[in-house]
DNA sequence: TTTGAAAAGGTGGAAATCCCCCTATTTCTT
DNA sequence: AAGAAATAGGGGGATTTCCACCTTTTCAAA
């Protein structure tokens, strides 16, 4: 057995200079171990078990698989790993998600080092560390919006929705998904009134600003 | 006068742990000496007469003002001065307009070391670079929609897109920019035809997909 | 097993959009 | 000075959306 009061960090962000640059920063910690980094969600995991790390840098909006999906995967196998969070402009649609899935730190990508070792230092003692004014902002979301997250559509609302994205009318929409224009048009009012919004293309600008449709990412 | 042959570069991001590893990156390299950083344009450019760098690696969208913006101001005072833009996913978008603003160079941000110093080299020996499909990309979208980022619209027109963003009918429209329905309206259909979409909520998720709206960033 | 949500479908009407056509002024740009 | 946009406005009609209220079936969870 090696000498273990090293902590074992995974760096999980699509970008590599990105990484280079945690990783550095790490690195300058002399009681933390690097043992390994992922590209997306998918990779992290398919290293987890080789790597065991105590604490994961996980960015929270990544192609193949996001952050808060990966999360959820992964403390489903390991509970004890100690996951914060690496948040952008943009991503604030998911604070809410990523703490539900279990992430107990939050660190922003344009913070400094020492707040990196603040999160580090603040998770292994097994308290949760958010910086300054984020749980502000999402308390404040939450309690305005009455959990806003929840705003779950079903299977048939998330097509309808997409298909009004592109632009497809009723008619259309129905010979694609093979139901009748006015089930359609029911699908459609049921997501205005889900969302709160006015029409359908205040929907549009909802459901991409609060993550119900991308474009490709 | 000192040892004039190093390159002076400095790296604009938004984001403090990016720069941290794109510095670190550069650091390794004998012949490179980081100047300056800025965490937008604007901070840039009242850094640029003190610095007087060589090179610039410049993030293309950041909040305050973006790399475009950025780069258009700098080279019309310094033109001499090399752009290398830092692309992310979601940036595809800003491409041609970062090239006709003057950017010589192209890395993405997820690429590696290797790449930064390529890029490095190549726009300092006069030549741009651009790494992989990124050329093949852009001319793609060029020759596919003809100049896509030539749909200009006019002030009262973007008016409009945004106001229908949030979900206002043409008479609320109307009422807010003191002009008859009729003639939001006449916008309306301008912006469908311009645009080639389909309707509003169509014209909503293009407008986002080309960067001629914001949520807030 | 009942309760409830999801999915499917429908009537009908008011409102809004989309899409042609057209005129007139103003304001930039050659 | 001429032409091109931009802005403002309108007629009219076809299509679509929005909304309120209603039925049936299916399927999963309490």
Known sequence: ???????????????????????????????????????????????????????????ISMPEMDGVEAVERALALYPRLKVIALSSYGDEVYYYRMIRAGAVGFVLKKAGKDDLETALDAVMKGESYFPGNLMRKLLFKVSNKGEMD????????????????????????????????????????????????????HLVMFAIANGLVHFDR
Chains 1, 2 share one sequence.
């Open 1 to 59: 057995m090696m000498t273990n009061d090293n902590i074992k960090v995974m760096v999980v962000d699509d970008h590599a200079l990105f990484r280079e640059g945690v990783k550095f920063v790490l690195s300058q910690m002399d009681r933390v171990q690097v043992v390994g980094e992922a590209e997306n969600g998918a990779v992290f995991l398919s290293l987890l078990k080789r790597h065991l790390p105590d604490v994961v840098f996980m960015d």
């Open 150 to 201: 929840n705003i779950s559509l079903s299977r048939r609302e998330k097509e309808v929705l997409v298909l009004i994205c592109q632009g497809y009318t009723n008619t259309e929409m129905a010979a694609q998904l093979f139901i009748s224009p006015k089930t359609v048009d029911n699908h459609r009012s049921a997501l205005l009134q889900k969302t709160g919004t006015r029409n359908a293309a």
